[in-house]
């Protein structure tokens, strides 16, 4: 996994090659069933503008991230927001993944954006989502391509 060069303080922008094809990592952003293999269980999701649908988070019941696909050009790019509606603190994002064929297999880029780094809070979320991103889910989704 490669971190790319940042053009936005604010975003998280991360990089990954897989050796399969563009078909077979769409495959993994997009199957409700390998979603729920290395992201979360998505309820109602479909790959298609305007569809609204939310991610059921296992470890804290009750919770859940509220999205909207806002982008989708198949197996190229898959863009939706990321909405996750804690009382307390509620946060907006928008996340999206760009896949580029690259010889005999995938780059794939994610690119998170809508964090307010000039809010302490923020940044620490910020940091949180992109360590969460690098050491868990990212190698979770390597994992989810390969079955």
Not at 86 to 101: A, F, G, K, M, Y
Request: charged share 25%; net charge neutral; proline share 7%.
């Amino acid at each position: 996994m490669i971190a790319d060069a940042q053009s936005d303080p604010a975003a998280i922008e991360l990089g990954n090659f897989f050796p399969q094809h563009p078909e077979e990592v769409w495959r993994a952003l997009t199957d409700p069933d390998l979603l729920a293999r290395w992201l979360f269980r998505p309820i109602g999701f479909v790959a298609v503008v305007g569809a609204r649908f939310h991610f059921a988070i296992p470890e804290e019941p009750g919770q859940e991230i509220h999205c909207e696909v806002l982008a989708v050009r198949s197996f190229h790019q898959l863009t939706y927001t990321w909405r996750y509606l804690r009382t307390e603190h509620p946060e907006c994002w928008t996340v999206d993944w760009s896949l580029i064929p690259q010889g005999r297999g995938t780059r794939l880029l994610l690119t998170q954006t809508g964090f307010d780094i000039t809010n302490r809070r923020q940044r620490m979320l910020r940091n949180a989502m992109e360590r969460g991103w690098k050491r868990s889910l990212l190698p979770r989704l390597g994992e989810a391509i390969h079955h």
